[in-house]
């Protein structure tokens, strides 16, 4: 079975600045997608960014970037430039036919 | 497009009370899915249906839960007799194909509180 782990519950970062999240998964799968979605306080679920893990090259989106590394199963959000809009609660989460979420990071952001 | 349509909003209900959840994915979605996030418990996927026939319910808790989706534009999650125990935020989320690496897109979600 796959697992997701999100070993920070809690971040915070000054807006301007980068942070990463952390996200480490288990698999026997070969092939697979990891996305991070983001739940702001409004609770709606929406997907920051997406990868393929039969892509080596790390997928960007504007101030969203990932550190994927597949044998170490290791698939961070970096968030650069950081806004006071990207408060909220990320979720990494492993996706075959259906997702399988962390229990995500709170992230904060300080002015 | 109006995105992911959930209702209600807001249900709280006495404990054996029968309720019912309901959902409208996107048109042109084939695939929907139910989720229930708890504190405890985090986001864990109930069911899911490809082309309005469920494909894994391994995640539905137990048989007083059951979901059913009559066509592509609706699907309902039923809860029959309620427990506090099921109190939890239900989301509703919809994609395209239900391939792997399709988005999936989320509605609001209906906080469930059962006294």
């Known amino acids: 079975a796959q697992t997701v782990t999100q070993s920070q519950p809690e971040m915070s970062v000054q807006e301007a600045e980068t942070v990463t999240l952390s996200c480490t998964y288990d698999?026997?799968?070969?092939?697979?997608?990891l996305f991070w979605y983001k739940q702001p306080p409004s609770r709606q679920m929406i997907l920051v960014i997406r990868?393929?893990?039969?892509?080596?090259q790390n997928a960007t989106e504007n101030r969203f970037s990932v550190n994927f590394q597949k044998a170490a199963k290791s698939f961070s959000l970096k968030i650069s430039d950081s806004q006071l809009g990207d408060a909220a609660m990320y979720f990494c989460?492993?996706?075959?036919?259906?997702?399988?979420f962390g229990t995500g990071t709170r992230l904060q952001v300080f002015p | 497009d109006a995105g992911v349509i959930q209702s209600p909003r807001h249900e709280v209900t006495e404990m054996g009370q029968e309720v019912t959840l309901r959902c409208k994915p996107i048109?042109?979605?084939?695939?929907l899915f139910w989720y229930r996030q708890t504190m405890m418990r985090g986001l864990e996927l109930l069911i899911y249906?490809?082309?309005?026939?469920?494909?894994?319910d391994s995640g539905m808790p137990e048989d007083r839960f059951s979901a059913k989706m009559p066509n592509a534009s609706f699907s309902t999650l039923k809860i029959q007799p309620s427990e506090p125990r099921d109190s939890a935020v239900y989301f509703c989320?919809?994609?395209?194909?239900?391939?792997?690496?399709?988005?999936?897109?989320f509605g609001p979600g209906t906080r469930l509180t059962v006294l």
């Open positions: 989320a919809s994609s395209f194909l239900g391939a792997a690496g399709d988005e999936q897109f």
């Open positions: 698999t026997s799968e070969s092939d697979y997608y």
């Open positions: 990868q393929e893990a039969y892509k080596q």
């Open positions: 989460a492993f996706g075959t036919d259906k997702l399988i």
């Open positions: 048109s042109g979605h084939n695939s």
């Open positions: 249906f490809n082309n309005n026939v469920p494909i894994d």
